[in-house]
């Protein structure tokens, strides 16, 4: 596995494999890597001939009182998991490679951006598009791999990726879950044993709304109050929301007989997770 840390390294090395191998996929990551990563990159090299990771914890996408200067940094831990995975080349950059002084563009997805997290992490959608924006400028990718756990921000990169005319595809991997249920995080590590179990109630939760599902309730209404009921028996879980929306605009929707993204974000002690389901057109 090669491993670059400049713009100019990384467009350089990938015309190299792109003229002998073909295909590129990228998987953009903050590190601390875990399964639901190693899952994206096992897809590309599925799917592709060539596999390039990044690993940037992204300044611009925290807000001030959150926790960019305590996220977990494993970068040798990273590189070792990545070369076992048969990752070509590792795109590691400094801060200010990619976002050089007097640096002032951005880029916003208007409207989606300011739903679910955006509502209780202004700006952190801005902050995605921008530096998402930037690797695929870098890179040029084929495909790029993202997790269902990111949903709402799939959906604004997907709205990004559709109106700058990226000529991509991004592909999206199921969430990977530890066997009791939780969505792998890079930020389950800051959990203790008690907010551990705790956190097990975001996934009942939308496991009842799904089994009300099958039971045939259509309303959102009637299926966010099954969530709050399970949610209810955690009271140190703080909820964030639980929203019943449609999975391209995050706009909420009155049922879920033509699809819908079940979402749901929460305070575990001073950790906030995010969980969401997709629920099938009926």
Known sequence: MQVVTTIAETRAALRELRARQGTVGLVPTMGALHAGHISLIRASRAQCNVTVASIFVNPTQFGPNEDFSKYPRTFDEDCRLLEQEGVDLLFAPAAVEMYPPGASTIVEVEGISDRLDGVSRPGHFRGVATVVAKLFHIVG??????????????????????????????????????????????RNRYLSAEERKRALILRRALAEMEESVKQ???QSASLIESGLKILAREPEVRLDYLRIVDPDTL?????????????????????????NVLIKPQ
């Open 216 to 218: 045939g309730e259509i």
């Open 141 to 186: 990718p084929d495909r790029a791999f993202f997790g269902q756990k990111d949903a709402a921000q799939v959906a604004v990169l997907r709205s990004m990726v559709r109106d700058l005319n990226f000529p991509l595809e991004i592909v999206v991997c199921p969430t990977v879950r530890e066997t009791d249920g939780l969505a792998l995080s890079s």
């Open 251 to 275: 706009e909420d929707i009155g049922d879920i007989r033509n699809g819908a993204l079940v979402a749901i974000a929460a305070w575990v002690g001073s950790t906030r997770l995010i969980d």
